[in-house]
């Protein structure tokens, strides 16, 4: 394959910054990275990283300076609101321990300030406010041409653009459309003064007839919590019989009738918790509302001289809090396959499939898996599950079965171990 001198990266998200340092330092690639959004924002919330991510981010060099704003989580205590606790949930330490790193929950815009930090510092251009219109691609280069009239052309482009990607809707695969999961989600982020100390040291989850209830923290100094409320939501109709419109108005539904929500649910229980929940949810300022969409599996992920990564590509479920590291192992693998000199670029995209299909599956199977644990049940079924998590994890702990690693294996999977040879 001729050298490849310059790339342009659509989308200034973890996959996007990621991709452009990497790029950049192992690859010697000149990057421009172009963003939609006027200026670096997130959704908000928190994220949680585990160990296969954290490793990737080490090698970074991204590691102290993540480690310096998240928490870092051992485990989730699961309670009942109606029957008190039910189990400790260990969340990576046999992950941890084979890896060398933990779980991190962190919020998404000091996750980002780390990658802008970075990118800032290997002088990477990051332009904001570029809507993408059209790609051409000739047997040589690929031009990009934006909303406002400019264009740029390279030897690669690399899509990263997010589960609504236009790289993808415009050029890769336009048959491949977001499909909606079921699960919606409200979230937030609270100050923890006064809160009691076991929201500030470790997860917390509720199970309840209607969705999942989950506080953490989220911040190196434990002084700030995210905590969200995740469950069966089903497609909204709107008047207009626009879905966009029907979503909008959920929204809007959602957010001021939060608070009453929950409220409800803490009420019905009768444990030592209602007070702790009635105190975090009356803190609560801001909140946002989720609505989860994944891609379907089996859509094109590149053409001859553009590929896709992170949610672009695959965008699944947040259920297995998988998202990021699974953009992180794209990249380091592109990064890996461009540096072989004997490949050609369609030869290099193939590879990258090849490799990612089966671990996306995987990974997005476990996520839909764990999304329907948020699905309306009966107050029967729910003292069933409830049951079974104790019974199960109570063995768990009691047999010592996380030094076997199960539930964790996928959390040591080690992308640059892959072989890629041949
Ligand atoms: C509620 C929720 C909770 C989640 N929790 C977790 C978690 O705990 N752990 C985890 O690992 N993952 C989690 N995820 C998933 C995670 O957020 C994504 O997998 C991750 O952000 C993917 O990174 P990305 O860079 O591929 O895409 P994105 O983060 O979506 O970034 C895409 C970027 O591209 C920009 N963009 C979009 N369209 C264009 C365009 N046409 N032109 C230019 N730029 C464009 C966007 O503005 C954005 O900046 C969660 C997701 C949701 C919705």
Redesign the pocket.
């Known amino acids: 394959m001729p050298t490849l001198k310059k790339a342009i990266i659509?989308?200034?998200?973890?996959?996007?910054?990621a991709a452009a340092l990497q790029l950049h330092r192992n690859n010697n690639i000149a990057i421009t990275v172009?963003?939609?959004?006027p200026e670096p924002v997130?959704?908000g919330?928190?994220?949680?990283?585990?160990p296969n991510?954290m490793r990737l981010l080490h090698r970074m060099g991204l590691y102290e300076a993540l480690l310096a704003r998240g928490s870092c989580v051992t485990h989730l205590e699961m309670h009942s609101l109606q029957n008190g606790d039910i189990a400790k949930v260990d969340m990576s330490s046999w992950a941890h321990q084979q890896t060398g790193f933990g779980y991190l929950?962190i919020c998404?815009r000091d996750l980002q300030d780390v990658l802008l930090t970075a990118v800032a510092e290997e002088h990477l251009p990051v332009s904001y406010n570029?809507?993408?219109v059209s790609v051409t691609e000739s047997p040589t280069d690929v031009t990009v041409t934006f909303s406002d009239g400019s264009t740029d052309t390279a030897d690669i482009l690399i899509g990263?653009?997010?589960?609504?990607?236009?790289?993808r809707r415009l050029h890769v695969d336009p048959s491949i459309v977001p499909e909606y999961s079921g699960i919606a989600?409200t979230?937030s982020i609270i100050q923890s003064t006064d809160l009691p100390d076991a929201l500030k040291t470790h997860g917390n989850a509720f199970m309840t007839c209607n969705g999942l209830l989950a506080v953490m923290p989220c911040s190196a100094a434990g002084d700030q919590l995210f905590w969200?409320f995740s469950r069966e939501t089903p497609i909204p109709h709107s008047e207009s019989g626009e879905a966009r419109d029907g979503w909008e108005e959920r929204r809007q539904q959602e957010v001021a009738g939060y608070k009453d929500t929950i409220r409800q649910l803490i009420d019905s229980g009768k444990g030592e918790w209602r007070e702790t929940l009635t105190e975090m949810v009356n803190r609560t300022e801001f909140i946002?509302f989720?609505p989860?969409f994944r891609l379907p599996l089996g859509g094109k992920w590149s053409t001859s001289r553009t590929v896709l990564?992170?949610?672009?590509a695959h965008?699944?479920q947040?259920h297995a809090?998988?998202?990021?590291?699974?953009?992180l192992e794209d990249v380091f693998l592109l990064s890996r396959l461009l540096r072989d000199q004997e490949r050609g670029l369609e030869d290099v995209f193939a590879k990258y499939e090849a490799i990612r299909r089966p671990r996306i599956m995987e990974i997005s199977t476990l996520a839909a898996k764990n999304g329907r644990a948020r699905r309306d049940v009966s107050s029967w079924r729910l003292w069933m599950k409830e049951y079974m998590a104790w019974a199960t994890y109570g063995l768990y702990n009691r047999l010592g079965l996380e030094s076997w690693g199960i539930g964790q294996r996928h959390l040591v999977y080690d992308i640059d171990q892959v072989e890629v040879a041949v």
Request: proline share 4%; aromatic share 8%.
């Open positions: 659509i989308g200034a998200g973890p996959a996007g910054l172009y963003e939609l959004r997130t959704i919330g928190a994220i949680g990283i585990f991510g929950r998404r570029k809507r993408i990263c653009d997010g589960i609504h990607s236009g790289v989600g979230q969200f946002g989720y989860i990564l992170g949610d672009a965008a699944m947040p809090g998988q998202g990021v590291s699974m953009a």
